[in-house]
């Protein structure tokens, strides 16, 4: 079946605009998440989902990230006011309650 | 907090023959689950192995396996008879719960390079 989905794969944002992230996970997954990766690095987590219910955010780097998956499915991570520090890749990862977690292909954000 | 820790940020070896990577983690939870994640070059991260605290015998998968060893908190990855294409970055990782309902903690990576 289809994996996960992440869009854009590259978005390149001027600093001070605002992005929003999309990810479609697979059907019928009940748990969300969402991590940062710094070029190098290995991912970090931000953000976690259990339908749509946002069940933690400790991850989240500052007030301008905000994320949401208001029907329990697809989840939009949005950034506002983008910095150059923002620049990373941002992972998606869905699962079927407590079993592996399976990545998206990631959408590359560059901040000029 | 947990911390993991990849202490080889790269390794090559000669197509076919065994390499091993290391990982540490500390943690203070009793119950947990550590993970080898594979990211090649421009794709996305993929699960090779899985290892559940509570269980004593080591996992393997095929060329993968483990040695896991809890009270030096150390999980490191054995690839036998390795591939050209088990060139990619190796990510350790860790939760303290199934892994689908806690975010995982990453180490660095090694970037693990498979020559012809």
């Known amino acids: 079946g289809a994996g996960v989905s992440q869009s854009p794969r590259y978005k390149v944002a001027k600093r001070g605009q605002d992005v929003a992230l999309r990810c479609d996970p697979i059907?019928?997954?009940?748990?969300l998440f969402w991590y940062q990766q710094a070029l190098g690095q290995g991912p970090e987590f931000l953000t976690y989902?259990?339908?749509?219910?946002?069940?933690?955010k400790s991850g989240l780097p500052s007030d301008r990230f905000f994320a949401e998956r208001p029907e329990g499915s697809v989840s939009t991570l949005k950034i506002q006011r983008t910095q150059q520090e923002d620049s990373a890749v941002y992972l998606c990862?869905?699962?079927?309650?407590?079993?592996?977690?399976?990545f998206g292909p990631g959408t590359r954000l560059t901040v000029t | 907090a947990q911390t993991v820790t990849q202490s080889q940020p790269e390794m090559s070896v000669q197509e076919a023959e065994t390499v091993t990577l290391s990982c540490t983690y500390d943690t203070s939870e009793s119950n947990y689950y550590l993970f080898w994640y594979k990211q090649p070059p421009s794709r996305q991260m993929i699960l090779v192995i899985r290892q559940e605290a509570y269980k004593q015998q080591n996992a393997t998968e095929n060329r993968f396996s483990v040695n896991f060893q809890k009270a030096a908190k150390s999980f490191s990855l054995k690839i036998s008879d390795s591939q050209l294409g088990d060139t990619a970055m190796y990510f350790c990782?860790?939760?303290?719960?199934?892994?689908?309902?806690?975010?995982?903690?990453f180490g660095k990576g090694t970037h693990l390079i498979i020559q012809p």
């Open positions: 989902f259990q339908n749509e219910a946002q069940l933690d």
């Open positions: 059907s019928g997954h009940v748990s």
């Open positions: 990782a860790f939760t303290a719960s199934g892994g689908g309902a806690d975010g995982l903690t």
């Open positions: 990862a869905s699962s079927l309650g407590r079993r592996e977690q399976y």
